[in-house]
């Protein structure tokens, strides 16, 4: 009897944590197919091998041979058998730069994976350290999936225009270069890493190495039939008892008629369901001779094969009516479908299902049709060079109709806008490519813009730049004045604006809306509204520059303007002047005038649902939780931020959802819950680092850094200040830099690194300067105060308590709401002279004061007894113990009820 080699079973707890620990170590490898993994036992022996000498391979072949599912079986295997500790994944048509790249793979091989945060870093060399320390202390295998989508598309180094220009085609040169030069680096980190590469195209260097390598072809006729046989079984299907397949040669005829070519036998396992398995290599050796008549050695042939037989499965209506879709690319709209072959709706309905049913079609919601990739170029194929330019022509303009149909979805039915737009996207960029030089510049410009809007919400930055340059490349043979002129100049100033270059667009959006005003509403039929339009830009570029006062007149005229059309009729105007008022409490929160802000919004979010514009409810909701947390009602304003993030989620916009969790995360931290704040910030920033967010990213830094003070945690938080200040400096944001780099002051004089700190102050007043009220300069000088009294220069300090005392009073006089935190005594002080209750006032006021109180609230006691006592004199405000903000309060007090004694006599 053999011996018993287990002879205790570890607990269930134990196999637990055992069965956590493996998949730990996998990382975010996607899970194997539904049939399993079959075959290519040569190709992961070779890549093993080699990957055994070489430090990275590169696995490339045509689409549906398998690269994405050998890659990380390999992965598996090589981790299952503790050649590696661990293992991650990648997709690169997912994380586009080089940032995001780094992010997930800090998620995913750092201990501290859930708080990691390239955003954090000084640079992506320091953000790479910690990544680096982890592969240093274990072996770990990478898996780079689909690299061809980083890759530039061919025939972009000819369009290539301006090197500077960030819509330019070189900016995807340089986002893979830097991807590639972060894959370098990884190597670097330790002998044992080892990258592999799946992509379509060839890699640039330096993983150009022919000998690194694999090209998958065919499956060995031992494997295809393997892969077959699981297929079926795993559908539960099986062929005709009259032809199953009785002896190996008629079942090694039958994979070989199709050359063993992975995809091509999936679906292949269908048709031998169908009619047997000599039917089947029939049909597929008379289809495959005739294959290679027409495109002598063509590799895709094998795939071609398997369509054509999936083709042969439609009825003949269907059959003729499927060509059309030789000219679309990757997925067609049931609506675009259609109207390319004019078939009814229903009709169209059923042409798709049978699609589906013969495994050239999968469903993908929102009415799109996913094409299996070897369809539209084998229909291309059959149709004569006449035929298919007229067929383009067809479904240009369909997808013009489709595109003009999801820039109206924006404000209807934000989610199906951001995903349908996702999946048409290959098919919108190749009909604005198809359009250039075909259309009139007028049409083309306002359909280009249609799409740049569309584009700029999903953080496909080369989408947007192709999409830019159609648009651009149009607008040169615009005339001088017009609604498509204005459209192309209006676009190029929300690229400005969006790239954080306020200056230029600030000058750009003063030239525009001159030249509108110059040329009057009877310029042309949209004048009227593209002049409100101006004006409601204006207003936003003055508010993200920080000038928020100044905002407020341009956004009047733009609510009166679209308020005058939307009383005419005009239903795009009515949303308009709804927005304009929610710009409009963006303004009165800024000044500090919350119960304003608060009424605008309310008012904003009326509108907006009476429109059924859910995206605008959600940005207003959130507005107004700001409004709430600030006026201290932490519970109401954290629930309006949640339901915010739900609704966010709902759209399908991923950094209205950070910008959600960030709010998230203030209102716990208002509320002193500092662990789910910074849970909040971090699920924020790691958002807007996928998504290549800067000014997002910059905001939670900044925030992160306020959180990590307040928990007492200081040379963190400068970190996370200096960070913020980078990047407010890269966005050229005069306005937040000069925020980031005061608080960044504060925490310098706390560390006593006052040299540091007086530096960072000099430039935060620079900043300021041009924003007035809305910067905030009290703060600045309040800090510059302190850091003169801790270096012992009392003179000096006493000029900066006076500058923010200034500032502050100004500002308190054009309407801004109280900061002082201690509102409640003046307002208690200016109740009892009013009801004639002074000496009780005072007693109250007396009696609060203890031992050892700071000076600054003696002061502000004493001086209020002074009031309560009649004293109206404003030099009461003058005594230098008073902190800045109670001076300014108190002079307020004395001014207010000196009037009121006034008046009574």
């Given at each position: 009897q053999d011996p018993q080699l287990l002879t205790k079973i570890p607990p269930q707890q134990i196999r637990h944590l055992e069965a956590e620990k493996r998949k730990l170590s996998l990382g975010a490898l996607p899970e194997p197919p539904a049939h399993a993994f079959h075959g290519r036992s040569r190709e992961l022996l070779a890549l093993e091998r080699l990957l055994h000498r070489e430090p990275w391979a590169v696995v490339r072949g045509t689409g549906g041979q398998g690269k994405t599912t050998l890659a990380v079986e390999l992965a598996r295997w090589l981790t299952r058998t503790a050649r590696y500790a661990r293992a991650a994944f990648v997709s690169l048509e997912h994380h586009r730069h080089a940032q995001a790249v780094l992010d997930t793979l800090?998620?995913?091989?750092?201990?501290?994976?859930?708080?990691?945060?390239?955003?954090?870093?000084?640079?992506?060399?320091?953000?790479?350290?910690?990544?680096?320390?982890?592969?240093?202390?274990?072996?770990?295998?990478?898996?780079?999936?689909?690299?061809?989508?980083?890759?530039?598309?061919?025939?972009?180094?000819?369009?290539?225009?301006?090197?500077?220009?960030?819509?330019?085609?070189?900016?995807?040169?340089?986002?893979?270069?830097?991807?590639?030069?972060?894959?370098?680096?990884?190597?670097?980190?330790?002998?044992?890493?080892?990258?592999?590469?799946?992509?379509?195209?060839?890699?640039?260097?330096?993983?150009?190495?022919?000998?690194?390598?694999?090209?998958?072809?065919?499956?060995?006729?031992?494997?295809?039939?393997?892969?077959?046989?699981?297929?079926m079984k795993q559908e539960g299907w099986s062929p005709p008892g009259d032809d199953a397949g009785g002896t190996p040669e008629e079942i090694t005829a039958l994979v070989e008629a199709v050359h063993c070519h992975a995809r091509a036998l999936v679906l292949l396992a269908r048709e031998v369901a169908r009619g047997g398995v000599k039917a089947a290599t029939g049909d597929l050796r008379q289809l495959m001779a005739t294959l290679e008549r027409k495109h002598p050695g063509d590799r895709e042939n094998s795939l071609y094969a398997s369509v054509e037989l999936s083709l042969r499965r439609l009825s003949p209506e269907s059959r003729e009516h499927v060509r059309v879709l030789a000219v679309c690319h990757g997925g067609v709209h049931l609506w675009v479908l259609g109207q390319i072959t004019g078939l009814e709706p229903d009709v169209a309905r059923r042409l798709a299902g049978e699609l589906i049913g013969v495994g050239l079609g999968e469903d993908m919601g929102y009415g799109h049709l996913r094409l299996d990739p070897g369809l539209?170029?084998?229909?291309?194929?059959?149709?004569?060079?006449?035929?298919?330019?007229?067929?383009?022509?067809?479904?240009?303009?369909?997808?013009?109709?489709?595109?003009?149909?999801?820039?109206?979805?924006?404000?209807?039915?934000?989610?199906?806008?951001?995903?349908?737009?996702?999946?048409?996207?290959?098919?919108?960029?190749?009909?604005?490519?198809?359009?250039?030089?075909?259309?009139?510049?007028?049409?083309?410009?306002?359909?280009?813009?249609?799409?740049?809007?569309?584009?700029?919400?999903?953080?496909?930055?080369?989408?947007?730049?192709?999409?830019?340059?159609?648009?651009?490349?149009?607008a040169r043979s615009l005339g001088e004045w017009s609604h498509a002129r204005y459209l192309a100049e209006a676009a190029a100033i929300e690229r400005l604006?969006?790239?954080?270059?306020?200056?230029?667009?600030?000058?750009?959006?003063?030239?525009?809306?001159?030249?509108?005003?110059?040329?009057?509403?009877?310029?042309?039929?949209?004048a009227a509204y593209d002049l409100a339009a101006m004006h409601r830009r204006l207003g936003r570029v003055l508010i993200d520059g920080g000038a928020a006062e100044a905002a407020l007149s341009p956004l009047a005229e733009a609510q009166r303007r679209f308020q005058a059309l939307a009383d005419a009729g005009d239903k795009g105007a009515e949303r308009m002047a709804g927005v304009a008022i929610t710009d409009t409490g963006d303004c009165l929160q800024d000044l500090g005038r919350l119960e304003d802000a608060a009424l605008a919004y309310e008012e904003g979010s009326r509108r907006a649902r009476a429109m059924e514009d859910l995206r605008q409810v959600a940005v207003t909701q959130g507005q107004l939780g700001t409004v709430r947390l600030r006026q201290k009602r932490y519970a109401e304003a954290l629930a309006i931020y949640v339901a915010a993030r739900e609704a966010a989620e709902k759209l399908g916009e991923p950094l209205m959802v950070a910008g959600a969790w960030h709010q998230i995360g203030v209102a716990h931290q208002e509320a002193g819950r500092y662990e789910p704040a910074e849970q909040a910030y971090r699920r924020s920033l790691a958002i807007r680092v996928r998504e290549n967010d800067l000014g997002g990213q910059a905001s939670t830094l900044n925030q992160l850094g306020n959180l990590y003070a307040t928990m007492g945690r200081l040379e963190e938080a400068v970190t996370f200040y200096r960070q913020a200040t980078k990047a407010y400096v890269q966005l050229k944001d005069l306005a937040h830099e000069g925020v980031a780099r005061s608080n960044l002051a504060d925490k310098l004089i706390k560390l006593r690194r006052y040299g540091e700190a007086r530096q960072e102050l000099r430039r935060a007043i620079e900043c300021g300067e041009p924003y007035g009220h809305a910067a905030e300069p009290w703060k600045t000088w309040s800090i510059l105060e302190k850091l003169e009294r801790a270096t012992g220069q009392a003179e000096a300090a006493q000029a900066a308590r006076r500058r923010a005392s200034e500032a502050y009073l100004a500002y308190r006089r054009a309407g801004g709401v109280s900061q002082s935190n201690q509102d409640g005594y003046f307002a208690g002080v200016a109740q009892a002279i009013q009801e004639k209750a002074e000496e009780r006032a005072a007693r109250e006021l007396t009696e609060l004061m203890e031992p050892g109180d700071p000076p600054q609230f003696t002061a502000l006691v004493r001086q209020l007894l002074r009031v309560l006592g009649g004293e109206r004199d404003p030099a009461l405000a003058e005594e230098p113990e008073l902190y800045y903000r109670d001076a300014a309060e108190l002079r307020l007090l004395v001014e207010a009820v000196g009037a009121e004694t006034d008046a009574r006599r």
């Amino acid at each position: 009897q053999d011996p018993q080699l287990l002879t205790k079973i570890p607990p269930q707890q134990i196999r637990h944590l055992e069965a956590e620990k493996r998949k730990l170590s996998l990382g975010a490898l996607p899970e194997p197919p539904a049939h399993a993994f079959h075959g290519r036992s040569r190709e992961l022996l070779a890549l093993e091998r080699l990957l055994h000498r070489e430090p990275w391979a590169v696995v490339r072949g045509t689409g549906g041979q398998g690269k994405t599912t050998l890659a990380v079986e390999l992965a598996r295997w090589l981790t299952r058998t503790a050649r590696y500790a661990r293992a991650a994944f990648v997709s690169l048509e997912h994380h586009r730069h080089a940032q995001a790249v780094l992010d997930t793979l800090g998620h995913q091989l750092l201990p501290e994976g859930a708080t990691y945060s390239v955003a954090q870093y000084a640079s992506l060399a320091e953000a790479l350290k910690p990544v680096e320390r982890a592969l240093a202390d274990f072996p770990t295998f990478v898996v780079l999936d689909n690299c061809e989508s980083i890759l530039p598309e061919k025939g972009d180094e000819e369009d290539r225009t301006d090197p500077s220009d960030p819509s330019d085609p070189s900016d995807a040169n340089s986002t893979a270069a830097e991807i590639f030069d972060l894959c370098r680096r990884l190597l670097a980190a330790d002998p044992r890493t080892r990258l592999v590469f799946t992509t379509r195209e060839p890699l640039p260097a330096p993983f150009d190495a022919r000998g690194r390598e694999r090209e998958l072809g065919a499956l060995t006729p031992e494997e295809a039939v393997q892969l077959v046989g699981e297929v079926m079984k795993q559908e539960g299907w099986s062929p005709p008892g009259d032809d199953a397949g009785g002896t190996p040669e008629e079942i090694t005829a039958l994979v070989e008629a199709v050359h063993c070519h992975a995809r091509a036998l999936v679906l292949l396992a269908r048709e031998v369901a169908r009619g047997g398995v000599k039917a089947a290599t029939g049909d597929l050796r008379q289809l495959m001779a005739t294959l290679e008549r027409k495109h002598p050695g063509d590799r895709e042939n094998s795939l071609y094969a398997s369509v054509e037989l999936s083709l042969r499965r439609l009825s003949p209506e269907s059959r003729e009516h499927v060509r059309v879709l030789a000219v679309c690319h990757g997925g067609v709209h049931l609506w675009v479908l259609g109207q390319i072959t004019g078939l009814e709706p229903d009709v169209a309905r059923r042409l798709a299902g049978e699609l589906i049913g013969v495994g050239l079609g999968e469903d993908m919601g929102y009415g799109h049709l996913r094409l299996d990739p070897g369809l539209p170029p084998y229909l291309l194929g059959e149709l004569p060079e006449d035929e298919a330019e007229a067929l383009r022509a067809r479904w240009a303009e369909a997808m013009a109709g489709l595109t003009r149909y999801l820039y109206q979805q924006i404000f209807k039915d934000t989610r199906l806008a951001a995903q349908l737009t996702l999946l048409e996207l290959p098919n919108i960029l190749e009909m604005l490519a198809w359009n250039l030089g075909r259309q009139a510049a007028e049409r083309l410009v306002d359909l280009a813009d249609s799409v740049e809007t569309l584009v700029s919400r999903l953080g496909r930055p080369q989408a947007l730049a192709r999409a830019t340059r159609v648009r651009e490349q149009a607008a040169r043979s615009l005339g001088e004045w017009s609604h498509a002129r204005y459209l192309a100049e209006a676009a190029a100033i929300e690229r400005l604006t969006e790239r954080g270059e306020l200056p230029a667009a600030y000058a750009a959006i003063q030239e525009l809306l001159a030249k509108g005003l110059a040329a009057g509403e009877a310029a042309y039929p949209e004048a009227a509204y593209d002049l409100a339009a101006m004006h409601r830009r204006l207003g936003r570029v003055l508010i993200d520059g920080g000038a928020a006062e100044a905002a407020l007149s341009p956004l009047a005229e733009a609510q009166r303007r679209f308020q005058a059309l939307a009383d005419a009729g005009d239903k795009g105007a009515e949303r308009m002047a709804g927005v304009a008022i929610t710009d409009t409490g963006d303004c009165l929160q800024d000044l500090g005038r919350l119960e304003d802000a608060a009424l605008a919004y309310e008012e904003g979010s009326r509108r907006a649902r009476a429109m059924e514009d859910l995206r605008q409810v959600a940005v207003t909701q959130g507005q107004l939780g700001t409004v709430r947390l600030r006026q201290k009602r932490y519970a109401e304003a954290l629930a309006i931020y949640v339901a915010a993030r739900e609704a966010a989620e709902k759209l399908g916009e991923p950094l209205m959802v950070a910008g959600a969790w960030h709010q998230i995360g203030v209102a716990h931290q208002e509320a002193g819950r500092y662990e789910p704040a910074e849970q909040a910030y971090r699920r924020s920033l790691a958002i807007r680092v996928r998504e290549n967010d800067l000014g997002g990213q910059a905001s939670t830094l900044n925030q992160l850094g306020n959180l990590y003070a307040t928990m007492g945690r200081l040379e963190e938080a400068v970190t996370f200040y200096r960070q913020a200040t980078k990047a407010y400096v890269q966005l050229k944001d005069l306005a937040h830099e000069g925020v980031a780099r005061s608080n960044l002051a504060d925490k310098l004089i706390k560390l006593r690194r006052y040299g540091e700190a007086r530096q960072e102050l000099r430039r935060a007043i620079e900043c300021g300067e041009p924003y007035g009220h809305a910067a905030e300069p009290w703060k600045t000088w309040s800090i510059l105060e302190k850091l003169e009294r801790a270096t012992g220069q009392a003179e000096a300090a006493q000029a900066a308590r006076r500058r923010a005392s200034e500032a502050y009073l100004a500002y308190r006089r054009a309407g801004g709401v109280s900061q002082s935190n201690q509102d409640g005594y003046f307002a208690g002080v200016a109740q009892a002279i009013q009801e004639k209750a002074e000496e009780r006032a005072a007693r109250e006021l007396t009696e609060l004061m203890e031992p050892g109180d700071p000076p600054q609230f003696t002061a502000l006691v004493r001086q209020l007894l002074r009031v309560l006592g009649g004293e109206r004199d404003p030099a009461l405000a003058e005594e230098p113990e008073l902190y800045y903000r109670d001076a300014a309060e108190l002079r307020l007090l004395v001014e207010a009820v000196g009037a009121e004694t006034d008046a009574r006599r």
